[in-house]
Structures are given as C-alpha cells and as structure tokens.
C-alpha cells in the first residue's frame, strides 16, 4: 500500500448532508496522468468497476465475477496494485477486490490488469470502508492490509486505517478460517495493531516464532514501498491472522 503522508485535503470528509461517510484523510490525485493511463480510467475501468453501494445496495462479491471465480478476496489500499496484480495472476480461480481512492495508483493496476490480461480483478475506486457495510457476512476468503499511512503524531492516531471498528467489520464479512495479513515498517503503528488484535476476540495472530512475523512469508510477493522501506533501513512486520470459527449466535455459520 502507498503510504504517503499528506495532511487531511483542503475542504475534505463527508459533504453536507452525508454525516454517515466516514471521513477520508489520504490524497486522490498525484501527478498528472499520462494519456494511456488517462485512457484506462476512461475504457477499463468502467468494466471492471465495483458497483457504488450507495446506488446498488449490497454487493456480492461473487456475482461480480459471472461465477468464473471459487472465492473472493479483498485488498484494503493497493497503492500501486503490484501486490494484487501478482495475487490475481497466481490465483485464476480466486477473484480479487481491490479498494484504493488514490487515482494515479489506480491507474497503474488497471496498467497492469490490462499488460496481464487479468479477468479476475475488480476494482472499487474509493475508500474500503464504504464498500465494507455493503458485503454480506462470511462472504471473503482473505484481506490484506499493506503499509496503511501511520499516522505517526498522537494527534493524528484517529485517522490510522486499523482500529477496533475496522477489525469489527473485516470480522462480519470473512468467513470462518478466512486469513487476513498486515504489514507496517512503523514501530508505533505496530503497537497500536497488536493493541487492537488484543481486544479482537474473532481473530487469532497465526505467528509461532520471531521468523513468522519478521520475513515476508511464501505466496505474499513484495511491493514497491515495502522495497523503499527496507532500502532505507526500517523493519517491515508481517502478521498474519485467521478469522476464528463463529459461535452460536454469533452470525452464519460457514457452510
């Protein structure tokens, strides 16, 4: 995931009248676009585009694949979308959701979908936690969450993407035994998540050893900003956690 630092955009957050938006915090646009990838936004995008929830109501992910997939995954904030591209090219079967509001990251998976003839991504051009409410419980198989922004100052620890409300909603809608992986290279960051897993009675941190949350795992390929970390000499932490069995009571059983 991208993790520029930009301060909360000028005249940002929720317009009059939809108090319920969650505020977004991150940029949308960079640099200006090239005209293939202006041209991507126009033509590839529309095809592969999740359905607004505002407009559509719930969102089932599988349907949004014609039935060409076996499960569906979820990527919170793709940056560049060489993280999902990769997944999607190593899966056929699975189908993957990317959510990313910032439009030149955007651009360059859509770059990607299209160099790799990639039939099972589908795109949602916004912020993750709109899209969330809208997918029907147990209804994904895995999540990541990839170097979300820190938010290092006390001050601005609320607009961190991880907190006990967003582990809430990953938990309603992945299925029991789903797998959800984070990565940070902030010490800090890293804290404030195993303080939240700690108060998250639906998911278990799979680590066994220092090696398990130190070295990427196999089938997690790198990203870009994971490589600029690690060249300019800050710890990466990968955890790795499971969505537990549900209980009685506790919503839909997975069949």
């Given amino acids: 995931m991208r993790r520029a630092r930009p301060g909360p955009r000028r005249g940002g957050g929720a317009p009059a009248g939809a108090a319920a938006r969650p505020r977004f915090y991150g940029r949308r646009r960079g640099h200006r676009l090239r005209p293939g990838r202006r041209r991507l936004l126009d033509e590839l995008l529309p095809r592969i585009r999740v359905p607004d929830p505002g407009e559509a109501g719930a969102v089932e992910p599988l349907a949004l694949f014609a039935g060409a997939v076996g499960e569906v995954w979820l990527e919170i904030g793709f940056g560049s979308g060489e993280h ?13 959701i990317g959510c990313e509001p910032f439009v030149n990251g955007l651009s360059a998976l859509l770059a990607e979908v299209e160099r790799l003839g990639l039939a099972n991504v589908r795109v949602f051009p916004d912020d993750a936690r709109l899209l969330i409410p809208a997918l029907p419980e147990a209804s994904l198989a895995r999540a990541f969450i990839l170097f979300p922004d820190p938010w290092p100052k006390a001050r601005h620890a609320k607009r961190r993407l991880i907190d006990d409300q967003a582990l809430a909603a990953l938990a309603r809608v992945l299925a029991d035994g789903a ?64 969505r537990l069995p549900r209980g009685p009571g506790q919503g839909r059983e997975r069949a």
Avoid: N, S
């Fill in 84 to 96: 999902l591209a990769a997944q999607a090219a190593a899966h056929p079967a699975v189908g993957l």
């Fill in 179 to 242: 797998e959800v992986r984070i990565a940070t290279d902030d010490a800090g960051y890293l804290r404030w998540i195993l303080a939240c897993l700690a108060r998250a009675p639906a998911f278990a941190w799979l680590a066994r050893r220092p090696a398990d949350w130190r070295h990427r795992p196999a089938g997690w390929p790198p990203t870009r900003y994971e490589a600029k970390a690690l060249a300019e000499g800050r710890t990466a932490t990968y955890l790795r956690l499971c």
